[in-house]
């Protein structure tokens, strides 16, 4: 390591940002849909926004969204229940729950701009 590597780095968190043709309908969406929380929103009509699901946080901007093979995971404590609350109100599922051998129980969602959500849940701690 050079002298000016610290020789660790610690992140408290880490917020993925994306591109949305609205951040009021992106929020709202998740909101209304999957159960998060508005953290903020900023301007008027909103540019820039972020919402909680517990201590996760996502940040969406006005712009056009990025699409592409990649996803947004988030690690969380009830699965099913996120599955049946994502399903019932209409969130296009692309693929149901299933255990997997790397000890996860996931699903894949699509949100309304096209993103990949996965949502995933460590095996023996179900809710």
């Known amino acids: 390591?050079?002298?000016n590597t610290p020789d660790s780095i610690e992140c408290s968190a880490v917020y993925p940002t994306l591109a949305?043709?609205?951040?009021a309908d992106a929020c709202n969406w998740y909101v209304e849909k999957?159960?998060?929380?508005v953290r903020f929103l900023?301007?008027?009509?909103?540019?820039?926004?972020?919402?909680?699901l517990g201590e996760a946080c996502v940040h969406?901007?006005?712009g056009i969204p990025q699409l592409g093979e990649n996803w947004m995971y988030f690690d969380i404590n009830n699965l099913d229940g996120m599955y049946e609350r994502a399903k019932g109100n209409g969130?296009?599922?692309s693929k149901?729950?299933?255990?997997?051998?790397?000890?996860?129980?996931?699903?894949?969602?699509?949100?309304?701009?096209?993103?990949n959500i996965r949502f995933g849940q460590h095996l023996g701690s179900q809710s």
């Open 1 to 3: 390591m050079s002298p």
């Open 20 to 23: 949305v043709r609205s951040v």
């Open 34 to 37: 999957l159960g998060f929380t």
């Open 42 to 52: 900023w301007g008027e009509p909103p540019t820039h926004g972020a919402l909680l």
């Open 60 to 62: 969406f901007w006005q």
């Open 91 to 93: 969130v296009t599922i």
């Open 96 to 115: 149901a729950p299933e255990n997997y051998p790397w000890g996860m129980r996931e699903f894949n969602a699509v949100d309304l701009n096209g993103y």
